[in-house]
Protein backbone atom coordinates (compact mmCIF):
# COMPACT_ATOMS: atom_id res chain seq x y z
CA UNK A 1 0.00 0.00 0.00
CA UNK A 2 1.30 3.42 -1.43
CA UNK A 3 0.30 6.76 -0.92
CA UNK A 4 1.46 9.44 -2.78
CA UNK A 5 1.38 13.29 -1.66
CA UNK A 6 1.52 16.03 -3.93
CA UNK A 7 3.42 19.30 -3.02
CA UNK A 8 -0.14 20.81 -3.53
CA UNK A 9 -2.08 18.57 -1.39
CA UNK A 10 1.23 18.99 1.56
CA UNK A 11 1.12 22.91 0.59
CA UNK A 12 -2.61 22.96 1.50
CA UNK A 13 -1.78 20.84 4.78
CA UNK A 14 0.84 23.40 6.06
CA UNK A 15 -1.19 26.03 5.20
CA UNK A 16 -4.26 25.17 6.68
CA UNK A 17 -1.76 23.90 9.98
CA UNK A 18 -0.58 27.78 9.85
CA UNK A 19 -3.88 29.02 9.95
CA UNK A 20 -5.34 26.83 12.75
CA UNK A 21 -2.24 28.16 14.93
CA UNK A 22 -2.87 31.70 14.11
CA UNK A 23 -6.44 31.19 14.83
CA UNK A 24 -5.53 30.21 18.02
CA UNK A 25 -3.39 32.32 18.58
CA UNK A 26 -5.81 35.44 17.96
CA UNK A 27 -8.22 34.08 20.22
CA UNK A 28 -5.75 34.03 23.07
CA UNK A 29 -4.76 37.51 22.35
CA UNK A 30 -8.59 38.76 21.88
CA UNK A 31 -9.39 37.03 24.96
CA UNK A 32 -6.59 38.89 27.16
CA UNK A 33 -8.14 41.71 25.58
CA UNK A 34 -11.27 41.43 26.87
CA UNK A 35 -9.69 40.60 30.63
CA UNK A 36 -8.14 44.59 30.49
CA UNK A 37 -11.06 45.70 29.06
CA UNK A 38 -13.21 44.61 32.12
CA UNK A 39 -10.25 45.67 34.59
CA UNK A 40 -10.16 49.07 33.17
CA UNK A 41 -13.81 49.24 33.24
CA UNK A 42 -13.85 48.04 36.72
CA UNK A 43 -11.33 50.83 37.60
CA UNK A 44 -13.68 53.51 35.93
CA UNK A 45 -16.64 52.42 37.82
CA UNK A 46 -14.47 52.68 41.06
CA UNK A 47 -13.28 56.16 40.37
CA UNK A 48 -16.46 57.73 38.60
CA UNK A 49 -16.83 59.85 41.16
CA UNK A 50 -12.92 61.34 41.91
CA UNK A 51 -12.95 61.53 37.73
CA UNK A 52 -16.50 63.29 37.39
CA UNK A 53 -15.04 66.21 40.20
CA UNK A 54 -11.59 66.37 38.09
CA UNK A 55 -13.27 66.77 35.18
CA UNK A 56 -15.41 69.68 36.91
CA UNK A 57 -13.17 71.68 38.39
CA UNK A 58 -10.06 71.78 35.17
CA UNK A 59 -11.48 74.71 34.21
CA UNK A 60 -11.19 76.58 37.59
CA UNK A 61 -7.48 75.53 38.21
CA UNK A 62 -6.23 76.61 34.49
CA UNK A 63 -8.42 79.58 34.97
CA UNK A 64 -5.41 79.98 38.29
CA UNK A 65 -2.85 78.96 36.65
CA UNK A 66 -3.53 81.47 34.17
CA UNK A 67 -4.26 84.26 36.45
CA UNK A 68 -0.80 83.02 38.26
CA UNK A 69 1.34 83.26 35.35
CA UNK A 70 0.10 86.63 34.42
CA UNK A 71 0.84 87.81 37.84
CA UNK A 72 4.38 86.30 38.01
CA UNK A 73 4.69 88.03 34.56
CA UNK A 74 3.95 91.54 35.43
CA UNK A 75 5.95 91.08 38.83
CA UNK A 76 8.93 90.06 36.56
CA UNK A 77 8.30 93.37 34.61
CA UNK A 78 8.10 95.29 37.16
CA UNK A 79 11.63 94.04 38.36
CA UNK A 80 13.07 94.07 35.03
CA UNK A 81 11.98 98.13 35.24
CA UNK A 82 12.95 98.47 38.31
CA UNK A 83 16.62 96.76 37.23
CA UNK A 84 16.85 99.45 34.75
CA UNK A 85 16.24 102.76 36.90
CA UNK A 86 18.75 101.60 39.06
CA UNK A 87 21.74 100.48 36.25
CA UNK A 88 20.48 103.73 35.14
CA UNK A 89 20.94 105.33 38.42
CA UNK A 90 24.06 104.03 39.07
CA UNK A 91 25.58 105.21 35.33
CA UNK A 92 24.61 108.72 36.42
CA UNK A 93 26.22 108.70 40.10
CA UNK A 94 29.19 107.41 38.35
CA UNK A 95 29.46 109.79 36.06
CA UNK A 96 28.35 112.87 38.55
CA UNK A 97 31.27 111.44 40.90
CA UNK A 98 33.91 111.31 37.60
CA UNK A 99 32.89 114.46 37.15
CA UNK A 100 33.01 115.94 40.93
CA UNK A 101 36.68 114.65 41.36
CA UNK A 102 37.93 116.09 37.76
CA UNK A 103 36.64 119.73 39.20
CA UNK A 104 38.14 118.97 42.60
CA UNK A 105 41.50 118.04 41.39
CA UNK A 106 41.02 121.64 38.84
CA UNK A 107 40.25 123.56 42.37
CA UNK A 108 43.30 121.72 43.90
CA UNK A 109 45.57 122.85 40.85
CA UNK A 110 43.98 126.41 41.18
CA UNK A 111 44.50 126.39 45.01
CA UNK A 112 47.86 124.81 44.51
CA UNK A 113 48.71 127.92 41.88
CA UNK A 114 47.57 130.69 44.09
CA UNK A 115 49.22 129.57 47.09
CA UNK A 116 52.40 128.85 44.86
CA UNK A 117 52.29 133.16 43.36
CA UNK A 118 51.06 134.22 47.07
CA UNK A 119 54.98 132.10 47.76
CA UNK A 120 56.69 133.51 45.51
CA UNK A 121 55.41 137.18 46.13
CA UNK A 122 56.26 137.11 49.92
CA UNK A 123 59.12 135.42 49.14
CA UNK A 124 60.35 138.32 47.15
CA UNK A 125 60.05 140.98 49.83
Known sequence: MEITISLST????ILFALLAVFMVYAIIVLYRVSQVMKQAEAVLDKNTENINRILETAPEI??????????IL???NKADSAIDS??????????TIREGTSE??????????????????????
Not at 86 to 95: D, K, R, V
Open 86 to 95: IGTSLTETAA
Open 62 to 71: LENINDTTDL
Open 10 to 13: LGYF
Open 104 to 125: AASYIHVITEIVGLIKALFGKK
Open 74 to 76: HSV
